[in-house]
T-cell receptor
């Protein structure tokens, strides 16, 4: 069974479009994250939710809107896509927020904006 | 802000050799973690070392932590072709508000 699953795995779209990435974890964890990995493999945190509540919101354009309908799901909606949004987006979860333990990552969603 | 920086950026060795990767960080930490990322895949947790620990082992992996030098190293002994991957250190800093901050990784290539 996949612990953290995200869909879609690949997303190719035109500038200006809106797209969503979905993430689900079946580990019973309280905390979920979105990370962005650029072409140089630099991994940067975007958002963190703890039990459906937004905890971390890094300096991310407000075109990016996360939503957590319950603690097992964290989705990412992106409006008005730009070329610079092209990256791999990773969802992750951890047992609890705070003194961070091990993160469990999904397989990533590669977004290409043309 | 970027916390961990890895060295070297890329490492190429023969199967059977040992691989050593280093990580330096800037602020005090609660713990430091190492992750592996195979090409096109997600990151997988390898080992976590707490700030009051100096060394930790897991199978062929050995991690050391020197908080006075703000550095850590990951040693993979008797490497295999399957160890080919990118390796990242990540810090849980005291003033990072629960954020795990990743370095840019070391790309390890193990040739058969």
């Amino acid at each position: 069974d996949t612990a953290v699953s995200q869909t879609p795995k690949y997303l190719v779209t035109q500038m200006g479009n809106d797209k969503s990435i979905k993430c689900e974890q079946n580990l019973g964890h309280d905390t979920m994250y979105w990370y962005k990995q650029d072409s140089k493999k630099f991994l940067k945190i975007m958002f963190s939710y703890n039990n459906k509540e937004l905890i971390i919101n890094e300096t991310v354009p407000n075109r990016f809107s996360p939503k957590s309908p319950d603690k097992a799901h964290l989705n990412l909606h992106i409006n008005s896509l730009e070329l610079g949004d092209s990256a791999v987006y990773f969802c992750a979860s951890s047992r609890r927020q705070g003194a961070t333990g091990e993160l469990f990552f999904g397989e990533g969603s590669r977004l290409t904006v043309l | 802000s970027q916390q961990g920086e890895e060295d070297p950026q890329a490492l190429s060795i023969q199967e059977g050799e040992n691989a050593t990767m280093n990580c330096s960080y800037k602020t005090s930490i609660n713990n430091l973690q190492w992750y592996r990322q195979n090409s096109g895949r997600g990151l997988v947790h390898l080992i976590l070392i707490r700030s009051n620990e100096r060394e930790k082992h897991s199978g062929r992996l050995r991690v050391t932590l020197d908080t006075s030098k703000k550095s850590s190293s990951l040693l993979i002994t008797a490497s295999r072709a399957a160890d080919t991957a990118s390796y990242f250190c990540a810090t849980d800093g005291n003033n990072q508000g629960g954020k795990l901050i990743f370095g840019q990784g070391t790309e390890l290539s193990v040739k058969p």
